[in-house]
T-cell receptor, first 113, second 115 residues
């Protein structure tokens, strides 16, 4: 498996609190992605990064922010968690040259109560 | 807009049955195509990929897929499924250019194989 570590793996938090999820890679890949996975919705892109301090929004970015201060780390922050953000969050990385695929982390199961 | 459509949301098969999962995409340019598998409770893993060349691609665990450019399709096949193939299967297309190049995902197909 590619060197991708997500932390924490499980978290329960209360509505209204900020939450930060971390994705750490050891592959030196340029691109990093945050997805959420929900039944019936497949994978939805939240934010992605194409380099240090270079980020862009995905299709479901409201309520989320990201930061990438180092190549290896990509942080996802829920500014004020809501129950609708209960989900499984996956980080992915890719070289994103023409002929490479994405590699996924193990996922973080977040429950907002 | 770019999109990926997986025709079957839920498939139930018996062991040894043949499998075909449909995937169509909408994008007029050059694409890279992927099938990923997600076993229960696990992360997504690459099953197979197409970049160029032979449109019939062979992947792990006996899976294969055929890219038919004229039909914008990349269907996944396996001649004889096993109980261990029970999983969720996702088709994805890598489309776009430059920094906007990213994966577009289908909604997934849940496969249950009965022993």
């Amino acid at each position: 498996d590619a060197g991708i570590t997500q932390s924490p793996r499980h978290k329960v938090t209360e509505t209204g609190t900020p939450v930060t999820l971390r994705c750490h890679q050891t592959e030196n890949h340029r691109y990093m992605y945050w997805y959420r996975q929900d039944p019936g919705h497949g994978l939805r892109l939240i934010h992605y990064s194409y380099g240090v301090k270079d980020t862009d929004k995905g299709e479901v970015s409201d309520g989320y922010s990201v930061s990438r201060s180092k190549t290896e780390d990509f942080l996802l922050t829920l500014e004020s968690a809501t129950s609708s953000q209960t989900s499984v969050y996956f980080c992915a990385i890719s070289d994103n040259t023409r002929n490479t695929e994405a590699f996924f982390g193990q996922g973080t199961r977040l429950t907002v109560v | 807009a770019q999109s990926v459509s997986q025709h079957n949301h839920h498939v139930i098969l018996s062991e040894a049955a043949s499998l075909e999962l449909g995937c169509n995409y909408s994008y007029g340019g050059t694409v890279n195509l992927f099938w990923y598998v997600q076993y229960p409770g696990q992360h997504l893993q690459l099953l197979l990929k197409y970049f160029s060349g032979d449109p019939l691609v062979k992947g792990i665990k006996g899976f294969e897929a055929e890219f038919i450019k004229s039909k914008f399709s990349f269907n996944l096949r396996k001649p004889s499924v096993q109980w261990s193939d029970t999983a969720e299967y996702f088709c994805a297309v890598n489309a776009g250019a430059g920094n906007n190049r990213k994966l577009i995902w289908g909604l997934g197909t849940s496969l249950a194989v009965n022993p």
